[in-house]
């Protein structure tokens, strides 16, 4: 996604977790991502840090959880007068746009079960489902073919069973394991699994990732 | 009957404490023994004091019926110090049942915990009567923004960054400079908004969220800027810092009696309850009967805190008592000291409290060393140094000799029954004698004790001395009175620039043998150079 404000230019997306690209005259800005759970209208932030787009240390924002989330993307910059001024937000709205879903299971009854579980979440949120499995015919029953390069998603969800992130700073250090760091709230088994998979059902595990639970 | 044994081993102000049967045996802070600020280290275990508290005391962890850690609890620094079960504590808990259950108070009493966001919140509100707490509102870290995160990363950037692009000050450790400093700024409308961009207050929240980076990024932009190029510079920030927070925290606690009048009584916890002039203002409110902040207000008062809940849940510890003195840590005999002198080539004298009155009046500077250290951030009558509140010039022979910045106010003792004749506001007496509160000082004493007066505003943070809390330490300003008509007296932690309140003998024999001090007094004996 992209958006040219006065003077910024903002490029934006949730395909791979939260990414946030731009260029501007200010030397940095202040990018924030909140998450607001079900039926609770308080935004809890999730991440934030600023981002120098000139400079080669850190240049862009991500946050790399890749299962849903009800996120927001806020950008801020200062202004000498004022202090911190919002220049952007964007709330994570699906509606009408083109979502990978990418299927990894090598069972085809399970396959079958997830596909229920996308269908269900695309009729919840409205959007565009591109479907990618080992298994052709389920492929192809969806009207959006997954074959298409250089295609600009909204969003992709990769539907599976994945080992915790060995960049997850609390596998590289046990002593940290409990401590409060500033970013991170929630205790992530990984950034593509909201909780540890090996305790839930495959239903279970689509429903996590995909947010239905 | 139990013996229960707290600990916390968090980010910093790492701590220990032991209550047995309902009574405080003893609490040490980590940076006491490790001789490292709080601010200086990021993680920090509670080994060394544990051990030191095992030594003086006699109690034993692995003897004790109960273990607490209060959260965040690090699973290595348990390990270093138990290989026994034990239990956790909530962070904000043990901060709030440490406050409302030394307050001494009865009736309805809110306690307000506020810190950097301890265990992911920033702030606990709870309801307290008869002993009884009722949690009301917890503001989570990551929904609500933090005060003490405004003040934190003020301070680590107000004086610019060192090689290793760390702040020259440090959050957890110099905040109280900046407090200091605001006394001579003045209001500046562009910076309050700044700041108010940071931290709003409505309706019982204070937001937007993520104050702790979003801070550092503006006060990086700010110090870009040239605000804090000047010491003038700096003083109007934090001029402005200490306003806006005076002014949210006033909205909030007057949003919280509109919502429950009946409650009149305050105890607070927390690192920015150690915020006098904050403490000051909440005070003076017309409906406030009594505030109380916990001594050891922030981080290093946890595992105390821990203890008093444990120990209330097992009943030992019912209702709310007042605290006689904070005096728990180690304490050493004649004949150790005695022992550790002989390292050195100082006189030795019987103490008397004419003659060492007679040299405070003179305008010497004298180290005091009685009892168990105080457990806190204040120098309470164990570790202090006395010096005559007389003169001016006092400010500056201090400052040269423990190589502290001038911005850095002292602190009177009062003798409790002149309090009235010298400060305005006869409220909250209890928590004074514990320096968590300034008040303002009456125009005919401004002149008489200089040195202990905030130069701008006429406040000062006493100490009242009650005689029998403190009997010794109420003598010898008792004396000092007697002799000069003045009954008050300088006292200022015993300890250079940069270092932790000193802990042991040696400690205090070396600031004398480097002349920081003129005379030592510890326990019965005064030592000198001479």
């Known amino acids: 996604m992209y958006i040219a404000l006065n003077n910024e230019r903002i490029i934006y997306n949730f395909d791979k977790g939260v990414l946030v690209r731009m260029s501007g005259p200010d030397e940095s800005y202040y990018v924030e991502v909140k998450e607001y759970l079900k039926n609770d209208e308080t935004p809890y932030t999730v991440e934030s840090y600023p981002i120098s787009p000139k400079k080669s240390f850190c240049p862009y924002f991500k946050l790399p959880i890749e299962f849903y989330g009800d996120w927001e993307i806020l950008i801020y910059k200062y202004v000498p007068e004022h202090g911190m ?104 088994w990984s950034y593509q699994h909201p909780r540890k998979w090996t305790e839930l059902s495959s239903q279970e595990i689509a429903d996590d990732i995909l947010g239905l639970s | 009957m139990s013996t229960i044994f707290g600990f916390y081993c968090g980010s910093h102000s790492g701590c220990c404490a032991v209550v047995k049967d309902g009574e405080i045996i003893s609490a040490l802070e980590e940076e006491r023994m490790s001789r490292k600020k709080a601010g200086d280290v990021h993680e920090t275990s509670a080994l060394l004091c544990t051990r030191k508290i095992e030594e003086t005391t006699g109690y034993k962890v692995d003897n004790s019926d109960y273990r607490v850690f209060v959260a965040p609890v690090s699973q290595k620094y348990v390990e270093e110090i138990t290989h026994l079960d034990y239990e956790n504590c909530s962070h904000h808990d043990a901060h709030a049942y440490g406050a409302y259950f030394t307050s001494g108070m009865s009736g309805k009493v809110i306690t307000i915990t506020y810190d950097g966001g301890g265990e992911n919140t920033v702030m606990k509100i709870y309801l307290c009567e008869d002993g009884k707490m009722q949690l009301l509102r917890q503001y989570p870290y990551n929904s609500c923004g933090s005060l003490s995160h405004l003040w934190g990363f003020s301070t680590s950037s107000i004086m610019g960054y060192d090689a290793y692009n760390e702040g020259i000050w440090r959050m957890c450790k110099d905040e109280g400079k900046l407090m200091g400093m605001a006394a001579d700024g003045h209001y500046d409308e562009k910076i309050y908004k700044i700041l108010n961009s940071l931290i709003n207050y409505k309706n019982l929240s204070f937001y937007p969220t993520t104050t702790a980076w979003k801070t550092k990024f503006v006060c990086d932009m700010m110090f870009k800027d040239g605000y804090f190029s000047t010491k003038e510079k700096r003083e109007i ?20 009696h509109s919502l429950y009048p009946e409650y009149k009584k305050l105890c607070f916890a927390g690192g920015l309850f150690a915020n006098v002039k904050l403490n000051q203002q909440i005070n003076e409110l017309g409906w406030v009967e009594e505030i109380y902040v916990m001594p050891p207000m922030g981080d290093e008062g946890l595992a105390l805190g821990a203890c008093i809940k444990k120990s209330h849940e097992l009943g030992e510890w019912p209702k709310p008592k007042k605290l006689k003195n904070v005096l728990l840590g180690p304490s050493y005999s004649n004949d150790k000291i005695s022992e550790i002198s ?117 406040t000062a943070r006493p100490q009242i001395v009650v005689k029998d809390n403190l009997p010794k330490f109420w003598e010898i300003l008792n004396e000092y009175y007697k002799l000069s008509g003045i009954p008050v007296l300088l006292n200022t932690s015993f300890n250079s620039h940069n270092e932790p309140i000193i ?28």
């Open chain 2, 237 to 256: 920030y934090c001029f402005n810092l200490q306003k806006l927070t005076n002014d949210l925290m006033i909205k909030f606690v007057e949003d919280l």
């Open chain 2, 503 to 530: 802990e042991n003998p040696n400690q205090a024999f070396r600031a004398l043998n480097k002349k920081i001090i003129d005379k030592l007094v510890i326990e019965d004996y005064v030592y000198s150079t001479e």
């Open chain 1, 85 to 188: 001024n919002r220049i952007f937000s964007h709330r994570f709205n699906d509606y009408g746009k083109l979502v990978r879903f990418i299927l990894k299971t090598e069972s085809y009854e399970e396959c079958k079960l997830w596909v229920k579980r996308v269908q269900e979440y695309v009729r919840i949120h409205g959007c565009t489902p591109i479907v990618e499995t080992p298994f052709d015919d389920i492929n192809k029953s969806f009207i959006t073919y997954y074959n298409i390069p250089y295609i600009d998603v909204y969003k992709t969800y990769n539907i599976g069973r994945f080992p915790k992130d060995s960049t997850d700073y609390r596998t590289l250090d046990p002593r940290k394991k409990d401590l409060i760091w500033f970013g991170n709230w929630k205790t992530f």
């Open chain 2, 342 to 458: 002989k390292n050195y080539n100082f006189s030795k004298s019987k103490y008397s409290a004419e003659e060492i009155a007679k040299d405070l009046n003179e305008g010497k500077i004298i180290g005091w060393f009685q009892g168990g250290s105080e457990h806190g951030p204040r120098a309470l009558g164990a570790r202090s140094i006395l010096v005559r509140p007389t003169d001016v010039g006092t400010h500056g022979i201090l400052n040269q000799r423990l190589n502290r910045y001038e911005t850095m106010p002292f602190a009177p003792i009062v003798l409790e029954e002149k309090f009235d004749e010298i400060f305005t506001c006869s409220k909250s007496k209890y928590t004074s004698e514990f320096m968590t509160l300034c008040y303002s000082t009456k125009e005919e004493w401004i002149n008489k004790i200089p040195a202990v007066i905030q130069k701008s505003d006429k």
